[in-house]
């Protein structure tokens, strides 16, 4: 799961959440067994239409003060890291 | 009891008729808040960050405009706190975490913005638990709040460093943002009002986001008026949050005294086993109400039982979704790496903190194929059931009561370890965030040990007038030690 949600975690760390996580999927199991036939699911408390605004230039973020938030940038560009595999 | 009652700023009508009217300053009035700040914020820790300067310059704004006869508005040179996971353009946002350390929004929240409009003076940004993810602040990467009632307990959470600013008189009026109770619990642990509103009343534009379906901003303050007002301000359409109800902010003040009379009020009675003293104060405000003409019965709504543990799938579902944006590329903390991805689980493992990673597992589990029917699906219907819960029950009432928490504020420390019983501190407040229905806490009585208790009073959507109203009855019911601001 961590590795799914690309968290780097200690050896101690797995452990505990180990166990609880066992716990709390303990106790939302109640949903999990409920009877749900003919039950249609809710994502959203209201139904949203579709929401669309004019097709309008406006101003976006300045660039300059996004990027000065940036852990890493360099040319107008955020830096990162490596992100391909060495080719085998 | 630790506490004594606190010097009052006034109500926030009298704040900004007497600075409107030129009787007084903005500044002047900005100058007993911050007093109030450096007294007590050593001993409580209400603040990531108190905007000494930029409060300065915003009541000067105030009271220049005052001097050349232009109405600063409403809110004309009320000091209000803001919870730190709002957006505000050149001040550090950083939701109590230490991956978003130091981070400066590029844009201002509209709530911000609105408060600004219509004369409040932002002083500072207040303690939460990390993310919003928590029942009492000690989530906090920077230290927890405590209870200005009892500095030995937690002020509640997630919204606990805004709650206490308020109850310690610190601020007339703060806002936190509330998914599953962060608004209603932490106002109920420290004596003061908080009002969740109806999901799309208040835009969430520049809220950084948790839970997307449930999360909504909302005030505190130590009125019902007084959060009625605050209401009024920061509500209504905002095109820049879809998600935003496209109609005007309710009227609320102006019903708010017209009683509670042939009212039809049901306590829920599932939830008066959950605590005895908050259930006792909740048959007690029932009495009140039934005394001021209101028509009062027991109704049991079991299905709202089923609240807590699909929150506990769709809440981390949905954040385990929000929170992958933090990932070392675009803004705060970077551990390095030999490649991106070890880059970003470096970052992410560091930068969380413990609630935070069990809460993306937990939601990355529910959300991964092979679980998603089994736990996210049967949540969603789990939701569609509270729904045709409440919207049985409303057909016979127009509000419902119930304790706002099972128990009053607890000692630090007595729940950390068990998340579980964490999690039972929002029993009560979720069912109507899975509704995405009103809900307000409102001081009604003290312990035996002098700790606050507040009762919820629900209703349902687009219902804040009636249940300010109720509101309002009740706080005229309780007694007046049962509410803030006091001094620790």
Not at chain 2, 176 to 192: E, K, M, V, W
Request: hydrophobic share 45%; aromatic share 6%.
């Amino acid at each position: 799961m961590a590795r799914l949600a690309r968290l780097a975690l200690d050896d101690d760390e797995v452990g505990r959440y180990a166990v609880q996580l066992s716990a709390i999927l303990e106790h939302v199991d109640a949903v999990r067994r409920l009877d749900t036939a003919d039950v249609p699911p809710t994502a959203h408390p209201f139904p949203v239409e579709n929401v669309l605004r004019s097709d309008t230039e406006r101003p976006s973020l300045d660039r300059e003060v996004v990027l000065a938030q940036a852990p890493v940038a360099e040319n107008d560009r955020f830096r990162v890291p490596r992100i391909m595999g060495e080719a085998p | 009891m630790t506490a004594s009652p606190a010097p009052e700023l006034g109500s926030l009508a009298g704040i900004a008729a007497s600075v409107r009217a030129g009787e007084r300053s903005a500044r002047a009035v900005l100058a007993v808040s911050l007093d109030r700040v450096r007294e007590l914020e050593g001993d409580l820790h209400c603040f990531n960050e108190v905007t000494v300067e930029a409060a300065e310059a915003d009541a000067d704004a105030v009271d220049r405009m005052v001097r050349a006869g232009l109405d600063p508005g409403p809110l004309a040179g009320v000091p209000v706190a803001l919870k730190d996971n709002l957006c505000t353009v050149g001040i550090p946002t950083t939701c109590s975490s230490k991956i978003l350390a130091g981070w400066l929004p590029p844009y201002d929240a509209t709530v911000v913005s609105r408060l600004r409009d219509a004369g409040a003076v932002a002083i500072g940004k207040t303690n939460l638990d990390e993310f919003a993810m928590g029942s009492s602040t000690e989530n906090s990467a920077f230290g927890p709040t405590r209870n200005p009632w009892d500095l030995g307990r937690v002020p509640g959470g997630s919204s606990g460093g805004s709650a206490a600013a308020v109850a310690a008189g610190m601020v007339p009026l703060a806002f936190g943002s509330d998914t599953g109770g962060s608004i209603r619990q932490p106002a109920a642990l420290c004596g003061i009002v908080g009002v969740k509103p109806t999901y799309g009343v208040v835009s969430r534009y520049g809220l950084i986001a948790f839970a997307s379906s449930l999360d909504q901003i909302g005030p505190f303050a130590t009125t019902v008026a007084d959060a009625a007002l605050g209401l009024e301000v920061i509500a209504g359409h905002d095109p820049m949050d879809s998600t935003s109800l496209d109609r005007p902010a309710p009227s609320l003040l102006a019903t708010l005294d017209e009683g509670v009379s042939g009212l039809r009020v049901g306590i829920v009675a599932d939830f008066l086993s959950a605590g005895s003293e908050c259930g006792d104060a909740v048959v007690a405000a029932a009495e009140a109400l039934a005394a001021a003409g209101a028509k009062v019965d027991q109704v049991r709504i079991p299905e709202l039982l089923l609240g807590l543990p699909a929150y506990y799938v769709i809440a981390p579902a949905e954040a385990s979704s929000n929170l992958s944006r933090y990932d070392g590329v675009r803004y705060g903390l970077r551990v390095d790496g030999p490649d991106a991805e070890t880059m970003n689980a470096r970052t992410r493992g560091e930068g969380f903190g413990a609630e935070v990673k069990r809460r993306i597992m937990m939601g990355t589990y529910a959300l991964s194929a092979g679980y998603y029917d089994a736990y996210y699906g049967q949540a969603q219907k789990a939701r569609t059931l509270v729904i045709r819960a409440f919207e049985a029950a409303y057909r016979d009432f127009d509000v419902l009561l119930t304790p706002t928490t099972p128990s009053v504020a607890f000692p630090f420390g007595s729940k950390v370890d068990d998340p579980i019983e964490m999690y039972m501190c929002d029993l009560c407040s979720i069912p109507s965030s899975l509704a995405g229905h009103p809900a307000a806490s409102v001081p009604f009585a003290l312990s035996p040990e002098g700790l606050p208790i507040g009762v919820q009073v629900l209703a349902p959507a687009l219902g804040e007038a009636v249940m300010m109203r109720v509101a309002a009855s009740l706080e005229a019911a309780a007694p007046r030690e049962a509410r803030g601001p006091v001094t620790p």
